[in-house]
């Protein structure tokens, strides 16, 4: 039992030192905080009376796309650089030789955490689980695991220290009244809030009612971003177009309520915070995605360009991997390219280099050209080829 505690109070006391690192300044943010929406059209969601309300302050990105369809996939490629096959909303599991943003953090020292609305405790990795912080009435599955993308990777479950990072929207209300909410926050909200078990209006209300006192010019001290997006679109039959606003502080005054018509995938979150952050990279599909545009602007940044395959992609199914639920898709995971040089100027994350050594026979599929893959043009493993940005 002592053993117990003491291993408790070491794991409590490395989350508050992570809590209470001093804060790292970016190019054009110092925290970043993506909300995440489900299942809406981009068409729909633009003429939605709360989402032009929110418009009104911040920028709104025009050509946005999820990574395929349904939900999961694309809330571990926003984390990790790629969805790595999975094509389901089931369990899945990742080995701790593949790595998140939270490594890239952790590399400079920037807080990072999650809050995922109705999570029943710090950590927690089961399925699903009903309703706890009491903002909503009790249902079913209010908290499902496939929207806390996080725990599906070993690389964050096996360090008691991230586990404890991962917390409910009850502790986001303190942290935020406390003003220690960490540099970069993940946040999904429950099957209610986020309209996938109710209407595009209930969710657009709700993220306009939850969102507004965290986008005042004094909510923090620090320049803030807000991302506010969609996993995918309703609809299969179209290109999987979505809806994001980016808002904030750290949006600059005359930016508010324009349009950004630049090409961005859920890759550019990671490229964007790699870039803003002078952080390595992932060697994943994270090299060569988009950098928002009010970001490149303010450190000069001048590669943000179309790919050259964008027209031929809807992504709306997935392409092969290693958590395909289908046996004859699955492959073993992807080695990153170890060559690539990401929108900071820097290589891979070093720790990355020492869990992939360097293997002639085995064939990468990033090149850092920035292409987008689904069923019907999936990725192509060829040589490790330099990027230059």
Not at 161 to 168: E, I, V
Not at 319 to 326: D, T
Request: proline share 6%.
């Amino acid at each position: 039992m002592a053993r117990t505690s003491l291993i408790l109070l070491g794991l409590v006391a490395g989350f508050q030192a992570t809590g209470a690192a001093k804060l790292v300044p970016g190019k054009g943010f110092d925290r970043l905080v993506t909300i995440w929406l489900e299942n809406q059209d981009y068409a729909k969601v633009v003429l939605d009376d709360a989402f032009k309300d929110l418009k009104k302050q911040g920028i709104s990105l025009t050509r946005t796309f999820a990574a395929t369809h349904p939900s999961q996939p694309n809330y571990l490629a926003a984390i990790a650089g790629d969805y790595f096959g999975c094509n389901h909303d089931e369990f899945a599991r990742m080995s701790e030789s593949v790595f998140t943003v939270a490594d890239l953090l952790e590399s400079k020292n920037i807080s990072w955490g999650g809050y995922f609305e109705d999570l029943p405790g710090p950590g927690f990795m089961g399925d699903y689980s009903d309703g706890v912080d009491g903002m909503t009435p009790t249902g079913d599955w209010d908290y499902v695991r496939k929207h806390n993308p996080f725990v599906t990777f070993d690389s964050v479950t096996n360090q008691g220290h991230r586990l404890l990072q991962l917390l409910s929207f009850g502790d986001y209300h303190r942290d935020f009244a406390a003003k220690r909410v960490p540099q970069f926050v993940f946040m999904t909200p429950n099957m209610m809030h986020d309209g996938h078990n109710t209407t595009l209006e209930v969710a657009t209300k709700w993220s306009r009612d939850f969102i507004k006192p965290m986008i005042t010019d004094k909510a923090f001290d620090e320049r803030t971003l807000v991302i506010l997006t969609y996993d995918e679109s309703e609809t299969y039959e179209k290109p999987n177009q979505i809806a994001t606003l980016l808002l904030g502080s750290a949006i600059p005054a005359h930016l508010r309520g324009t349009e950004d018509n630049t090409f961005y995938t859920h890759y550019s979150m990671l490229s964007t915070i790699e870039y803003n952050w002078d952080l390595p990279n992932l060697g994943r599909y994270d090299v060569g995605a988009n950098v928002f545009k009010f970001v490149a602007d303010a450190g000069g940044y001048e590669h943000n360009k179309d790919p050259e395959n964008a027209a031929a992609v809807d992504n709306s199914l997935s392409y092969f991997g290693i958590l395909h639920n289908e046996t004859e898709h699955v492959v073993p995971i992807p080695r990153p390219n170890l060559k690539l040089i990401g929108s900071s100027g820097r290589g891979v994350l070093e720790d990355i280099k020492k869990a992939w050594p360097p293997a002639k026979k085995d064939r990468t599929p990033y090149d850092g050209s920035g292409r987008v893959h689904d069923a019907g043009n999936p990725p192509v493993y060829g040589k490790e080829n330099v990027n230059t940005p």
